[in-house]
Nanobody, 122 residues
Framework: QVHLVESGGGLVQAGGSLRLSCAASGSIASIEIMGWYRQADGKQRELVASITSDNRTLYADSVKGRFTIATNNFKRTLYLQMNSLTPEDSAVYYC????????????????WGQGTQVTVSS
């Protein structure tokens, strides 16, 4: 089992920035991809960004150029730097990891965190 804990969410004004963190623990040796998803009220969960163990990345079109995914000691800590935030970025953000290093907007991940709320005010 892998345990994921997100932090860094909060309330920010439009145009502002936040950095989300995700700490992974447990059986992390098999992790080959780490990602961030988000789910806004009344909407489906969507991939925000993901990164593989060989540093390949994938971003949602809506966040390209504004968000950056990064790791510190891949498999242990994941970050999401979010700049130029808009109210449309408001959602619960989830960290997810998986042993299959497939970059796709529509894939499944085996392990999920509990989520952290990001609210962007206009």
């Amino acid at each position: 089992q892998v345990h994921l804990v997100e932090s860094g969410g909060g309330l920010v004004q439009a145009g502002g920035s936040l950095r989300l963190s995700c700490a992974a623990s447990g059986s992390i040796a098999s992790i080959e991809i780490m990602g961030w998803y988000r789910q806004a009220d009344g909407k489906q969960r969507e991939l925000v960004a993901s990164i593989t163990s060989d540093n390949r990345t994938l971003y949602a079109d809506s966040v390209k150029g504004r968000f950056t995914i990064a790791t510190n000691n891949f498999k242990r800590t994941l970050y999401l730097q979010m700049n130029s935030l808009t109210p449309e970025d408001s959602a619960v953000y989830y960290c997810a990891v998986d042993p299959r290093p497939i970059l796709s907007h529509y894939r499944a991940f085996d392990y999920w965190g509990q989520g952290t709320q990001v609210t962007v005010s206009s």
